[in-house]
């Protein structure tokens, strides 16, 4: 078939009975698979198709990450594809991932710990969920030990990722982000912490099943002062259970081209999994980033914005089958305005579709749809007005109005280079110090992504 996405499909995918959702479009059929991955093993977790929906602070909320999710594995080979929502076993007590890994949005620890409530929220995960992955963010070795402490104890998670990527001025000016890897003896500490918490708790309440700890991190500062490839040997010491390379240094924030070249060097240094994570726009950006770099898996953040139907094109690609996604403008209505339903079940319909905005903004992109159009649908605030606002918009264009090509396949933030802060002194050493301790106890309250 084509690929095109197009009206929604019945509530029940034909072939295994899979309950989708009721407008979700048809996708690749990726049945006639030809080649498979290497399966990713992450402690317990079994990744058949190694790819992560990277976590994106504002986005990769339950809805986005279910969207996601429910377009990859209707994309998976038959053999793949559950035949109900929720974990899926695997063999040995494990847990299987059929379409890949979907990350919570990074979640403080210092607030996990107070038991913040929209924190709490952003902790419990969609319960159709196959595999509950939560990032963290925290700069303390004892308040990460107990952030993950509750989220094993109290079962709220099946994996933790550790987030050491952040690039934002306000984080790394207090040593936290993408400055912290700088101090070893501190990233150390932290890794070490929230694996002993995992494994502890996980002993104490009588789990099944461990809860692995990944890293994420960023190259390093800037060019002149790399710490990826000392995080990963601390990551490998500490039993971490994989680890995500974002091939861009802090200073390259989101700019540039991601340097697919350090993933192989890390994939060369480490027997640690490594997940590979910069610039995949395409599903065929996947297979090649694992063929050129020989890494494990793949993570995708920017290029899933407006786009989450790139996961069915990446699960093709990964199965050997070519099989691609060019929705019409019908299509990508129809996927927004499900989207939109799910953020006001999630969240309320208010903050649901104050969500769903900026979403429009990307899903709209490259399409001829008129600057009046994204203005107006900018200014919605309930499910009518969005559905009345795409009619609108609708009703001025020709009956069909086609995927419109490579203009929709690149990034949606990219900006420019940022001469990363830091600290006063923060670079003479590799070791913390009482000051820049004290400093960093305040660059938990400023993040806000990575
Ligand atoms: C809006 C936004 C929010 C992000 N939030 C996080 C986050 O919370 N945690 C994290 O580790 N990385 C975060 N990132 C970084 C992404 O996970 C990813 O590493 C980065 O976008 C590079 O991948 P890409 O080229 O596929 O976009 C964020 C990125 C964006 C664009």
Redesign the pocket.
């Known amino acids: 078939m084509t690929g095109r996405v197009t009206a929604p499909e019945p509530a029940v995918c034909q072939h295994v009975g899979v309950t989708m959702s009721e407008t979700s479009p048809r996708l690749p059929d990726a049945c006639a698979s030809g080649r498979t991955p290497a399966p990713l093993r992450i402690g317990p977790l079994a990744v058949p198709t190694p790819v992560e929906l990277?976590?994106?602070?504002?986005?990769t909320n339950a809805s986005f990450r279910r969207l996601c999710r429910e377009m990859a594995e209707a994309a998976l080979p038959e053999a793949l594809r559950p035949s109900r929502p929720g974990p899926v076993a695997a063999p040995a007590g494990g847990l299987l991932a059929p379409a890949g890994l979907y990350v919570t949005?990074?979640v403080t620890t210092r607030a996990l710990v107070e038991r913040n409530e929209r924190t709490l929220a952003m902790v419990r995960t969609d319960p159709a969920e196959r595999v509950r992955s939560i990032?963290l963010?925290g700069v303390d070795p004892a308040t990460v030990g107990a952030a993950v402490r509750i989220l094993v104890e109290e079962d709220l998670a099946d994996h933790i990722?550790l987030?050491f990527?952040?690039p934002v001025p306000k984080v790394t000016r207090k040593g936290g982000g993408a400055a912290l890897p700088w101090k070893r003896d501190l990233l150390a500490a932290i890794l070490t912490e929230a694996v002993r918490a995992s494994e502890a708790a996980a002993h104490a309440v009588g789990r099944a099943r461990q809860v692995p700890v990944t890293m994420?991190m960023r190259l390093g500062i800037d060019e002149e002062h790399e710490t990826f490839l000392d995080a990963a040997r601390a990551a490998e010491n500490a039993g971490i259970a994989a680890v995500a390379l974002?091939a861009?240094s802090a200073r390259q924030h989101?700019s540039g081209q991601?340097r697919w070249e350090e993933i192989a060097r890390l994939k060369e240094s480490t027997a640690l999994p490594v997940l590979g994570?910069?610039?995949?726009w395409l599903g065929d950006d996947a297979v090649r980033m694992m063929e050129t770099t020989g890494c494990d898996g793949v993570?995708?953040?920017?290029?899933c914005?407006g786009r989450p139907w790139l996961f069915a094109d990446i699960v093709a690609a990964m199965h050997g089958s070519s099989a691609r996604t060019r929705p019409d403008l019908d299509a990508v209505i129809e996927v927004i305005r499900r989207h939109g339903r799910m953020l006001a079940e999630e969240m309320g319909e208010d903050r649901g579709v104050r969500d769903l905005r900026k979403h429009v903004g990307w899903y709209l992109k490259g399409y001829p749809v008129g600057g009046a159009a994204r203005a107006d649908l900018m200014g919605i605030r309930t499910l009518d007005e969005l559905d009345a606002g795409l009619e609108r918009m609708r009703s001025r264009l020709p009956d069909v109005v086609d995927y419109p090509g490579d203009i929709v396949e690149g990034?949606r933030?990219a900006g420019s280079p940022k001469t990363p802060r830091l600290p006063d002194g923060w670079l003479d050493s590799p070791a913390l110090d009482e000051a820049h301790r004290e400093m960093l106890s305040q660059a938990e309250s400023d993040v806000s992504?990575?």
Do not use: F, L, S, T
């Open positions: 990277a976590p994106m602070a504002g986005v949005e990074m990032q963010y990722d987030n990527g952040c994420k974002h861009r989101y991601a994570n910069g610039d995949i993570v995708v953040g920017r290029g914005q990034p933030e992504g990575g």
